[in-house]
């Protein structure tokens, strides 16, 4: 009898039995392991994953599949500000905005210095025509952010659509001194001038229009 034979006989035959066992063991553990890991996922990751796929969704103009991820992510994270915002914009783009202006209103609970969410909701505002309101949440939003050319535009067709012509321009001019380039402030600066019965400005403004345009 050989060497090889003589060793191979000499092995107990529950080795033979017991080597597929370890090696399915082995697979089952890391088979584990790997679960592990999935339900280990840090926090910040998770939020992150999550993210990814509601921006994804509302790439592909699911926007009722996007509201439903970032509805998974606030309520995992009823204290995170910026997520509550993304929720708002999420429901915009879906057309609830009543629901939107809730999670703008969740966000200042949570950070009453976010000034796009009082932005956001002024905008809402104009949209249903509540200047009013809308006054008031862009006051909010123009206090944390003064040098804010769109802000200052927003506030110019607020106080147009009041009536209050005078507090229009200082904004419209506001937002035109922020950005020179800004078309559509001037373009209601002009119409604001033209209620005023000040045609000369009105037509300055438009002046001013075509010269832009003919830069883009």
Request: with cysteine; net charge positive; proline share 3%.
């Amino acid at each position: 009898m050989s060497e090889t034979q003589k060793d191979s006989s000499s092995i107990p035959i529950s080795i033979y039995i017991q080597w597929p066992l370890i090696k399915l063991g082995k697979s089952v553990k890391n088979m584990v392991n790997g679960y592990k890991r999935i339900f280990q996922v840090e926090p910040e990751d998770l939020r992150a994953i999550y993210l990814k796929k509601s921006r994804a969704a509302d790439l592909r103009g699911d926007t009722a599949k996007s509201v439903k991820f970032m509805e998974l992510i606030v309520s995992k994270y009823p204290k995170d500000a910026e997520m509550f915002y993304q929720l708002g914009i999420a429901y915009e783009k879906s057309a609830q905005y009543d629901s939107a202006s809730k999670a703008y209103k969740k966000v200042i609970s949570i950070q009453p210095t976010f000034s796009k969410a009082h932005y956001r909701i002024g905008i809402l505002c104009m949209r249903d025509r509540d200047y009013e309101s809308a006054l008031q949440s862009m006051n909010e939003a123009i206090q944390l952010e003064p040098e804010s050319a769109e802000i200052n535009f927003r506030l110019g067709q607020i106080c147009d659509r009041l009536k209050d012509f005078d507090k229009a321009i200082v904004f419209f001019t506001k937002a035109v001194t922020l950005n020179p380039k800004f078309i559509q402030a001037y373009k209601n600066m002009a119409l604001t001038y033209d209620s005023m019965d000040n045609h000369k400005k009105a037509l300055e403004c438009l002046k001013r229009v075509l010269e832009l345009e003919e830069t883009v």
